[in-house]
């Protein structure tokens, strides 16, 4: 009888952990989930992997999704300080559970931000409810910009302009209101 109650529980917490990929996390181009890495190219069916989706004025101006293996190496290339400065950003300002409702360091709700993003972490066609999913407003980011070094600021304005080439116009060094931050 215990060993039921007990294996339930394990069941129970393990199936909290994992769901279904949501609609605001599927590809405007499919209509359906990922199935590529943006960098590397690689299928996502077997790996786990990262989505971002950048929203302004209720429209996605940017979205991608990264394989566990390109997000490391992206992230390896950031600064030890802004990395650091990340960790502490959110570890100070992270107000509420990881949800896709409201800014998870201004509690904010969705329905009044005109620019956010969302991030999440999934394993083939699951989504992983562990540190993500989670909602960030533009202030937010724009505050955790701030403690980002030129370096940091260099790469991720690199990352961008090689998957998302625009106009001439539109290459703004960050931080700005204009251009997203990665995290």
């Given at each position: ?69 390109c ?13 650091k ?49 989670m ?30 080439p ?18």
């Amino acid at each position: 009888m215990f060993f039921r109650f007990l294996q339930k529980k394990i069941n129970d917490f393990w199936a909290s952990k994992f769901g279904p990929i949501p609609p605001e996390f599927h590809s405007l181009e499919t209509d359906g989930p990922f199935r590529h890495c943006l960098d590397c190219g690689g299928s996502l069916l077997f790996t786990q992997y990262l989505i971002e989706k950048i929203y302004s004025n209720g429209e996605v101006i940017y979205e991608y999704a990264l394989c566990v293996e390109c997000a490391k190496k992206l992230r390896e290339e950031l600064s030890r300080e802004s990395k650091k400065a990340i960790k502490r950003y959110l570890r100070r300002n992270r107000t509420v559970k990881q949800t896709l409702e409201a800014c998870t360091c201004c509690r904010l709700p969705k329905e009044e931000l005109p620019s956010y993003q969302i991030i999440g972490q999934f394993s083939g066609e699951e989504m992983l409810n562990w540190n993500l999913p989670m909602l960030i407003c533009e202030p937010c980011v724009d505050g955790l910009a701030e403690h980002l070094s030129k370096q940091t600021r260099d790469r991720l304005d690199g990352f961008l302009d090689e998957h998302f080439p625009g106009p001439p116009e539109m290459d703004v060094p960050l931080p700005t209101r204009s251009r997203p931050v990665l995290i």
